[in-house]
């Protein structure tokens, strides 16, 4: 069954139970974060991505609900930034399996987790098999950081944006994301190159993104178009909702 609004979170419980009663068993599960993308898109970047991300997939599945995006994420590598919130791994761990817990309980059969921010993947990818091995549900976590930046450029292509980004952050990918999701947010007279070419993630992730870039940024903001945007969606979409329906027909 479709929903007109697939987000758990304008559901009244009577609404939810109604779903549960007609088939509807998957929750999209978004793990965001709130930190620096530079100085012209939001700190909420990747918890806007995992709104967005959501729900198209939740709509596109058709008997799915969108749960609550969770915000804040693993950031310690950008707390160099002023307004970054970050998390320890074993609290954002905590917190997915409270939310896996509590939709487990109610009748959802298949959690889909779906990291947006580098530093959830390995929380993500650590929590999910021991949740999937105490709850009753399907836990499918789409934690591929190295798939999903494939995905970014193949978007960014196909939208005839010729600029590939080896490591993403707050560069051309991630600028056109927020122009197709909220155009509004973007600091058009801010964008400005980051740093381009290769980048070591270890570092990053042992000396921060300051090390790196001044500025926060990895590549070239000045390349983004709303186009490019809503071509990234469209592919990460296509190809986790490929990967949910497979997951669930082998269950």
Request: glycine share 8%; with cysteine.
């Amino acid at each position: 069954m479709a929903h007109e609004d697939v987000r758990l979170e304008h559901q009244t419980w009577t609404d939810v139970e109604s779903a549960l009663e007609d088939g509807t068993r998957t929750a999209i599960i978004a793990v965001g974060s709130v930190e620096q993308h530079g100085p012209h898109l939001p700190l909420i970047m990747d918890t806007l991505a995992g709104d967005e991300l959501s729900g198209r997939i939740a709509e596109q599945l058709g008997d799915a609900f969108a749960a609550p995006s969770i915000r804040p994420g693993c950031s310690g590598h950008h707390m160099d930034f002023p307004g970054t919130i970050t998390i320890p791994p074993e609290t954002l761990m905590e917190l997915i399996r409270s939310y896996c817990r509590s939709l487990d309980a109610h009748g959802f059969e298949h959690l889909v987790l779906v990291p947006t921010h580098g530093g959830n993947f390995a929380p993500v990818n650590t929590v999910a098999p021991e949740i999937a091995r105490e709850l009753d549900a399907n836990v499918i976590a789409l934690a591929e950081l190295g798939t999903l930046m494939e995905l970014m450029n193949e978007g960014m292509r196909e939208a005839g944006v010729e600029y590939e980004e080896p490591v993403i952050h707050a560069g051309a990918a991630e600028t056109a994301m927020v122009m197709a999701a909220a155009e509004e947010l973007v600091r058009t007279d801010r964008l400005e190159l980051g740093r381009e070419g290769d980048i070591s993630v270890s570092r990053l992730l042992s000396e921060g993104f300051k090390a790196i870039t001044e500025n926060g940024v990895l590549g070239d903001p000045r390349e983004a178009t709303p186009e490019a945007g809503e071509a990234i969606f469209s592919a990460i979409t296509d190809a986790y909702v490929d990967r949910i329906e497979a997951e669930r027909d082998a269950v």
